[in-house]
Protein backbone atom coordinates (compact mmCIF):
# COMPACT_ATOMS: atom_id res chain seq x y z
CA UNK A 1 0.00 0.00 0.00
CA UNK A 2 1.83 3.55 -1.16
CA UNK A 3 1.69 5.62 1.91
CA UNK A 4 3.21 9.23 1.09
CA UNK A 5 5.08 11.45 3.65
CA UNK A 6 5.53 15.32 3.36
CA UNK A 7 7.90 17.22 5.78
CA UNK A 8 7.65 19.54 7.36
CA UNK A 9 4.13 20.33 7.97
CA UNK A 10 4.05 23.96 8.74
CA UNK A 11 6.63 25.98 7.40
CA UNK A 12 7.21 29.83 8.11
CA UNK A 13 9.82 31.58 5.81
CA UNK A 14 11.04 35.18 5.37
CA UNK A 15 10.31 36.75 2.06
CA UNK A 16 13.40 36.48 -0.14
CA UNK A 17 15.16 33.05 1.52
CA UNK A 18 14.77 29.59 -0.29
CA UNK A 19 12.86 26.26 1.06
CA UNK A 20 12.64 22.85 -0.13
CA UNK A 21 9.84 20.68 0.82
CA UNK A 22 10.21 17.39 0.88
CA UNK A 23 7.52 14.10 -0.27
CA UNK A 24 8.34 10.75 0.76
CA UNK A 25 6.71 7.30 -0.94
CA UNK A 26 6.90 3.88 0.71
CA UNK A 27 6.46 1.74 -2.49
CA UNK A 28 6.63 2.26 -6.43
CA UNK A 29 4.96 5.12 -7.88
CA UNK A 30 4.83 5.77 -11.33
CA UNK A 31 3.44 9.41 -11.10
CA UNK A 32 4.28 11.73 -8.47
CA UNK A 33 1.82 15.22 -8.57
CA UNK A 34 1.97 18.04 -6.59
CA UNK A 35 -0.75 20.63 -5.66
CA UNK A 36 -1.51 24.20 -4.42
CA UNK A 37 -4.33 25.12 -1.91
CA UNK A 38 -5.42 28.58 -0.85
CA UNK A 39 -6.85 28.59 2.52
CA UNK A 40 -11.07 27.75 1.95
CA UNK A 41 -10.16 26.95 -1.14
CA UNK A 42 -10.10 23.81 -3.91
CA UNK A 43 -6.47 22.28 -4.82
CA UNK A 44 -4.45 24.01 -8.15
CA UNK A 45 -2.47 21.17 -9.86
CA UNK A 46 1.32 22.74 -10.21
CA UNK A 47 3.50 19.72 -11.31
CA UNK A 48 3.24 16.29 -12.52
CA UNK A 49 6.33 14.36 -12.60
CA UNK A 50 6.59 11.18 -14.62
CA UNK A 51 10.20 9.76 -14.89
CA UNK A 52 13.33 9.49 -12.28
CA UNK A 53 15.09 12.97 -12.65
CA UNK A 54 12.08 14.69 -14.06
CA UNK A 55 12.77 18.40 -12.90
CA UNK A 56 9.46 20.92 -13.59
CA UNK A 57 9.63 24.68 -13.16
CA UNK A 58 6.99 27.49 -12.77
CA UNK A 59 8.12 30.90 -11.61
CA UNK A 60 9.65 30.72 -8.48
CA UNK A 61 8.84 26.88 -7.60
CA UNK A 62 10.86 24.03 -8.44
CA UNK A 63 9.85 20.39 -8.80
CA UNK A 64 11.93 17.23 -8.92
CA UNK A 65 11.37 13.31 -8.91
CA UNK A 66 13.87 10.74 -7.36
CA UNK A 67 12.31 7.18 -8.26
CA UNK A 68 15.53 5.06 -6.67
CA UNK A 69 15.19 7.38 -3.35
CA UNK A 70 11.27 7.44 -3.53
CA UNK A 71 11.71 11.02 -2.80
CA UNK A 72 10.48 14.31 -4.83
CA UNK A 73 11.22 17.83 -3.52
CA UNK A 74 9.32 21.01 -4.11
CA UNK A 75 12.00 24.03 -3.95
CA UNK A 76 11.10 27.31 -3.60
CA UNK A 77 13.14 30.75 -4.61
CA UNK A 78 13.61 34.08 -3.36
CA UNK A 79 9.79 33.19 -1.27
CA UNK A 80 7.33 36.01 -1.73
CA UNK A 81 4.14 36.20 -0.05
CA UNK A 82 1.91 35.57 -2.71
CA UNK A 83 3.43 31.60 -1.87
CA UNK A 84 1.53 31.39 1.25
CA UNK A 85 -0.64 28.46 0.74
CA UNK A 86 -0.61 24.41 1.56
CA UNK A 87 1.22 22.12 -0.95
CA UNK A 88 0.59 19.02 -1.25
CA UNK A 89 2.34 16.26 -3.02
CA UNK A 90 0.20 12.82 -4.25
CA UNK A 91 1.39 9.75 -5.73
CA UNK A 92 -0.43 6.93 -7.59
CA UNK A 93 1.19 3.79 -9.33
CA UNK A 94 -0.40 1.59 -11.80
CA UNK A 95 -4.42 1.38 -11.82
CA UNK A 96 -4.15 2.77 -8.37
CA UNK A 97 -6.10 6.17 -6.84
CA UNK A 98 -3.65 9.51 -6.52
CA UNK A 99 -2.50 8.90 -2.44
CA UNK A 100 -2.34 12.63 -0.42
CA UNK A 101 0.52 13.75 1.97
CA UNK A 102 -1.46 15.31 4.57
CA UNK A 103 0.45 18.88 2.91
CA UNK A 104 2.92 21.39 4.05
CA UNK A 105 1.34 24.61 5.36
CA UNK A 106 3.71 27.58 4.11
CA UNK A 107 3.98 30.93 5.25
CA UNK A 108 6.07 33.43 4.05
CA UNK A 109 6.38 36.18 6.29
CA UNK A 110 8.20 39.91 5.51
CA UNK B 1 -15.54 27.80 -19.96
CA UNK B 2 -14.66 24.30 -18.99
CA UNK B 3 -14.51 22.73 -15.62
CA UNK B 4 -16.02 20.95 -12.63
CA UNK B 5 -18.99 22.75 -10.08
CA UNK B 6 -20.52 21.96 -6.96
CA UNK B 7 -23.66 22.77 -5.04
CA UNK B 8 -24.11 24.13 -2.51
CA UNK B 9 -20.93 25.48 -1.31
CA UNK B 10 -22.22 25.70 2.08
CA UNK B 11 -24.37 22.71 3.78
CA UNK B 12 -25.70 22.54 6.82
CA UNK B 13 -27.23 19.39 8.20
CA UNK B 14 -29.24 18.39 10.92
CA UNK B 15 -28.04 15.24 12.75
CA UNK B 16 -30.24 12.10 11.27
CA UNK B 17 -30.71 13.28 8.01
CA UNK B 18 -29.50 12.50 4.54
CA UNK B 19 -27.80 15.18 2.44
CA UNK B 20 -26.62 14.93 -1.22
CA UNK B 21 -24.03 17.04 -2.48
CA UNK B 22 -23.42 17.79 -6.40
CA UNK B 23 -20.86 17.53 -8.59
CA UNK B 24 -21.14 18.16 -12.51
CA UNK B 25 -18.20 18.44 -14.87
CA UNK B 26 -18.11 19.18 -18.35
CA UNK B 27 -14.42 18.52 -19.69
CA UNK B 28 -15.59 15.42 -20.94
CA UNK B 29 -13.49 13.26 -18.40
CA UNK B 30 -14.64 9.44 -18.01
CA UNK B 31 -13.33 9.37 -14.35
CA UNK B 32 -14.19 11.34 -11.28
CA UNK B 33 -13.69 11.00 -7.30
CA UNK B 34 -14.94 12.78 -3.86
CA UNK B 35 -12.87 13.23 -1.19
CA UNK B 36 -13.05 14.53 2.59
CA UNK B 37 -11.04 17.05 3.74
CA UNK B 38 -10.89 17.71 7.90
CA UNK B 39 -9.34 20.63 9.67
CA UNK B 40 -5.28 20.39 8.93
CA UNK B 41 -5.65 16.89 7.03
CA UNK B 42 -4.74 16.11 3.27
CA UNK B 43 -7.17 14.26 1.02
CA UNK B 44 -8.85 11.24 1.78
CA UNK B 45 -10.75 8.98 -1.13
CA UNK B 46 -14.43 7.83 -0.38
CA UNK B 47 -15.62 6.60 -4.12
CA UNK B 48 -14.72 6.61 -7.55
CA UNK B 49 -15.99 5.94 -10.75
CA UNK B 50 -14.17 5.44 -13.94
CA UNK B 51 -16.80 5.37 -16.38
CA UNK B 52 -20.54 5.50 -16.16
CA UNK B 53 -22.66 3.38 -14.37
CA UNK B 54 -19.81 2.02 -12.49
CA UNK B 55 -17.96 3.63 -8.99
CA UNK B 56 -15.35 2.14 -6.44
CA UNK B 57 -15.39 2.27 -3.15
CA UNK B 58 -12.29 4.52 -1.70
CA UNK B 59 -10.67 4.58 2.01
CA UNK B 60 -13.72 6.18 3.85
CA UNK B 61 -16.73 4.83 2.24
CA UNK B 62 -18.80 3.71 4.84
CA UNK B 63 -22.21 6.32 5.56
CA UNK B 64 -21.73 7.59 2.13
CA UNK B 65 -23.35 6.47 -1.33
CA UNK B 66 -22.56 7.72 -4.98
CA UNK B 67 -24.30 7.49 -8.18
CA UNK B 68 -23.01 7.66 -11.77
CA UNK B 69 -25.94 7.71 -14.16
CA UNK B 70 -24.13 10.32 -16.69
CA UNK B 71 -20.60 10.74 -17.39
CA UNK B 72 -20.42 14.70 -16.39
CA UNK B 73 -22.38 13.63 -12.65
CA UNK B 74 -21.28 12.43 -9.63
CA UNK B 75 -23.13 13.00 -6.71
CA UNK B 76 -22.41 11.87 -3.27
CA UNK B 77 -24.83 11.20 -0.55
CA UNK B 78 -23.78 11.60 3.18
CA UNK B 79 -26.06 9.60 5.21
CA UNK B 80 -27.24 9.58 8.63
CA UNK B 81 -24.32 6.63 8.87
CA UNK B 82 -21.75 8.82 8.79
CA UNK B 83 -21.04 9.62 12.25
CA UNK B 84 -18.95 12.80 12.20
CA UNK B 85 -19.59 14.23 8.91
CA UNK B 86 -18.57 17.66 9.22
CA UNK B 87 -16.24 18.36 6.92
CA UNK B 88 -15.01 20.04 3.14
CA UNK B 89 -15.87 17.81 0.42
CA UNK B 90 -13.89 17.84 -2.55
CA UNK B 91 -15.28 16.16 -6.39
CA UNK B 92 -12.30 15.76 -8.49
CA UNK B 93 -12.31 14.35 -12.70
CA UNK B 94 -9.31 13.10 -14.82
CA UNK B 95 -9.62 11.73 -18.36
CA UNK B 96 -8.90 8.43 -17.26
CA UNK B 97 -7.66 6.83 -13.88
CA UNK B 98 -4.37 5.12 -13.72
CA UNK B 99 -2.84 6.79 -16.58
CA UNK B 100 -0.86 10.11 -16.30
CA UNK B 101 -3.81 12.48 -16.52
CA UNK B 102 -3.73 15.30 -13.78
CA UNK B 103 -6.70 15.18 -11.46
CA UNK B 104 -8.65 18.68 -11.45
CA UNK B 105 -10.71 19.54 -8.45
CA UNK B 106 -14.18 21.92 -8.36
CA UNK B 107 -14.36 24.46 -5.57
CA UNK B 108 -16.18 22.08 -3.02
CA UNK B 109 -18.53 21.68 -0.29
CA UNK B 110 -18.66 22.65 3.14
CA UNK B 111 -20.82 20.65 5.12
CA UNK B 112 -21.57 21.11 8.97
CA UNK B 113 -23.97 19.06 11.11
CA UNK B 114 -26.03 21.18 13.74
Known amino acids: ELKVEQNPLFLSMQEGKNYTIYCNYS?????LYWYRQDPGKSLESLFV?????AVKQEGRLMASLDTKARLSTLHITAAVHDLSATYFCAGASGNTPLVFGKGTRLSVIA | DGGITQSPKYLFRKEGQNVTLSCEQN?????MYWYRQDPGQGLRLIYYSQIVNDFQKGDIAEGYSVSREKKESFPLTVTSAQKNPTAFYLC?????????????FGPGTRLTVL
Open chain 2, 27 to 31: LNHDA
Open chain 2, 92 to 104: ASSRRKGVTDTQY
Open chain 1, 49 to 53: LLSNG
Open chain 1, 27 to 31: TTSDR
